[in-house]
């Protein structure tokens, strides 16, 4: 299972790599826009499981 602790490593690993590319480089390369695709497709993956188990947890609750 991927470990949440590191997104955020990644996360800033990528945009430094980004900022040092864009110093030298007047556009984005293939390669950085498939990153970062994949990270925002990373992240709503993420956002997805989190809420699915919060909503099975509130469900899971009894009011009577």
Do not use: C, W
Request: aromatic share 4%.
């Amino acid at each position: 299972m991927f470990r949440l602790d590191i997104l955020p490593r990644l996360v800033r690993t990528h945009l430094a790599e980004v900022r040092k590319r864009a110093q030298s480089d007047a556009g984005y390369t293939t390669e950085t826009i498939v990153v970062t695709a994949l990270l925002a497709i990373l992240a709503l993956a993420v956002v997805g499981i989190i809420v699915a188990k919060v909503t099975a947890k509130a469900n899971g609750i009894n009011l009577g």
